[in-house]
């Protein structure tokens, strides 16, 4: 691979501060090394974070986003700024989870994506968010998300 795929990334092999909010965050992305071969990208945020838009508490989840690229790859720096964006963030579990695979959709137009969130309860009451953009391709390799419900002490 050549470096100039490289070119006009900024955030990539640099000190980068986290961004205030989701809207200000900068999610890059780099040509598919491999775009005639269908394959299958996942990402594991074990400890991502946001707050509830009412009471301003901490919200945690464990998010699994699986996407088959086109002619895209998102950057990986890129994507936990990203992320890390939603700390200070105020949004229900729906709209955070569903808003992530929308960003990535915009940026990488890939042949298919999902975002399982596995969120931790809230006044007791565990959280699972689920989105796709369709069936899976045929052909690709699907493991299991690898998140087990939540069983709380029992």
Request: aromatic share 12%; with cysteine; net charge negative.
């Amino acid at each position: 691979m050549s470096d100039d795929i490289y070119e006009g990334l900024t955030q990539l092999g640099g000190s980068s501060k986290l961004p205030a909010s989701p809207e200000e965050a900068k999610m890059e992305r780099v040509p598919n090394p491999k775009p005639d071969s269908t394959y299958l990208v996942r990402f594991a945020a074990p400890e991502f974070t946001s707050l509830c838009p009412i009471t301003g508490q901490p919200d945690f989840a464990h998010l699994v986003i699986d996407y088959v690229p086109n002619d895209w790859l998102v950057e990986s720096k890129s994507l936990k700024l990203f992320l890390g964006s939603f700390r200070n963030h105020g949004a229900f579990h729906e709209a955070c989870t569903v808003d992530i695979a929308n960003r990535l959709e915009q940026l990488l137009e890939p042949v298919w994506i999902r975002i399982g969130g596995y969120w931790y309860p809230r006044g007791g009451i565990p959280i699972d968010v689920f989105y796709q953009s369709g069936p899976p391709p045929e052909g690709v390799w699907l493991p299991d998300q690898g998140v087990a419900p939540y069983r709380g002490r029992g």
